[in-house]
Every structure is written in structure tokens, then in C-alpha cells.
T-cell receptor, first 111, second 112 residues
Framework: DAGVIQSPRHEVTEMGQEVTLRCKPI?????LFWYRQTMMRGLELLIY????????DSGMPEDRFSAKMPNASFSTLKIQPSEPRDSAVYFC?????????FGPGTRLTVL | GQSLEQPSEVTAVEGAIVQINCTYQ??????LSWYQQHDGGAPTFLSY????GLEETGRFSSFLSRSDSYGYLLLQELQMKDSASYFC?????????????FGKGTRLSVIA
């Protein structure tokens, strides 16, 4: 199994631009999670899906953030418009039972 | 809500034993997990304790005391490659596939 796949691995963009992060969970896992990691705030849960349905998006910082999961094998996290304070590493994770597997992350830099 | 407390930094000597503690406050409880993260990498699963006691996996062991809302990760025969951040994490209930909530992490530095 290839594990959780994320793209792009690195993204550098300018303030105001739209950013779309992509995730492919492990096949057969029915839960998907988006986290953001910064030095100041650590690992923060942004949103999670069970069986492609968003369950809790209370961690999404603002309306500029949105996430979708159109099918069991794909999810996106979109930031529009992006701001410098959005700079962080964004992780996608999926889980089938007790163990949660993380993707390699997307390092986002907003200038 | 949930909160987890763990030391921010620990330094230990190669070959030694180190213990990283974690205390938690949750409205419910469904197990304590530990993850390792190397600089520039993703968190990777180390262990999971649902019941009180010690779980051993090679050089790593994890302990849980639910009555004390406390757990620890024990690393033995430390190696330089063990230098990383270690996170404890909890799920506050077991219905469905609820997410893990992570502590701020403990940065372990192994020195020669």
C-alpha cells in the first residue's frame, strides 16, 4: 500500500491567491482528517470526514477554508484567499481502526 | 474538550533510558496513542493503550493509568536516530471514527 498520498509536497504562493491541497487516503479507510501544524500551535485538527461526510469542521479557522470529499479516495482542502498566517504544514490522515496514518504533508508558504 | 500536557523538551544520552510523561483531561476517554515525528517528516504511529498497564514493542514501551489520567512512553537503549518529537494523543470517545487530539509534543534530543 502506498500510504496516504498528498500533493503538492511544497507550495509557495502569494497572498490573495487560491490554494488547493489534495489527499488520497489509504484504500478501505473510512475516516479522513485534515490537520495543520505550526510551531506555535502544534498539530491542530481542522476537519474530519466519516464515509465521505464532513462530521466536524469546528477547527477550520475561517470561511476562507473549505474542504470536500467527493468520494472515498479523494479529498481537497482549499484556502481562498490565502494569507501569510496560513503558512504551515498541512497533514492529511486516514484511519480504519485504532491507528491513524498520516500523509507526508504539504508545506505551504504564503508570501 | 480535551487537553494534554507533556514536557516540551527532554535530553538523554545514547544508550540510556528516557521516559516521556503525558497527562490528559478529557470528557470521555478511548485510549492513549503515541506518535513519533522526525524533523521534516510526518507523525508515525508508535503505540496505543486502551487499558491500564504496559505495552511493549521492542525498545519502546507505553504505559497507561486511566484512574490517574496519565501515561508515559519509555524508550530504552536510546539511539541517535530516536532524536525526534513525540506526541501523545487521545480520542475522547469511541463512537464512529473520532479524531485524535494531540499534545504539543516533546522534543527528544539524544546526545553522545
Amino acid at each position: 500500500d502506498a500510504g496516504v498520498i498528498q500533493s503538492p509536497r511544497h507550495e509557495v504562493t502569494e497572498m490573495g491567491q487560491e490554494v488547493t491541497l489534495r489527499c488520497k487516503p489509504i484504500s478501505g479507510h473510512n475516516s479522513l482528517f485534515w490537520y495543520r501544524q505550526t510551531m506555535m500551535r502544534g498539530l491542530e485538527l481542522l476537519i474530519y470526514f466519516n464515509n465521505n461526510v464532513p462530521i466536524d469542521d469546528s477547527g477550520m479557522p475561517e470561511d476562507r477554508f473549505s474542504a470536500k470529499m467527493p468520494n472515498a479516495s479523494f479529498s481537497t482542502l482549499k484556502i481562498q484567499p490565502s494569507e501569510p498566517r496560513d503558512s504551515a504544514v498541512y497533514f492529511c490522515a486516514s484511519r480504519g481502526n485504532n491507528e491513524q496514518f498520516f500523509g507526508p504533508g504539504t508545506r505551504l508558504t504564503v508570501l | 474538550g480535551q487537553s494534554l500536557e507533556q514536557p516540551s523538551e527532554v535530553t538523554a544520552v545514547e544508550g540510556a533510558i528516557v521516559q516521556i510523561n503525558c497527562t490528559y483531561q478529557t470528557s470521555g476517554f478511548y485510549g492513549l496513542s503515541w506518535y513519533q515525528q522526525h524533523d521534516g517528516g510526518a507523525p508515525t504511529f508508535l503505540s496505543y493503550n486502551a487499558l491500564d498497564g504496559l505495552e511493549e514493542t521492542g525498545r519502546f514501551s507505553s504505559f497507561l493509568s486511566r484512574s490517574d489520567s496519565y501515561g508515559y512512553l519509555l524508550l530504552q537503549e536510546l539511539q541517535m536516530k530516536d532524536s525526534a518529537s513525540y506526541f501523545c494523543a487521545v480520542r475522547d470517545h469511541g463512537s464512529g471514527n473520532t479524531p485524535l487530539v494531540f499534545g504539543k509534543g516533546t522534543r527528544l534530543s539524544v546526545i553522545a
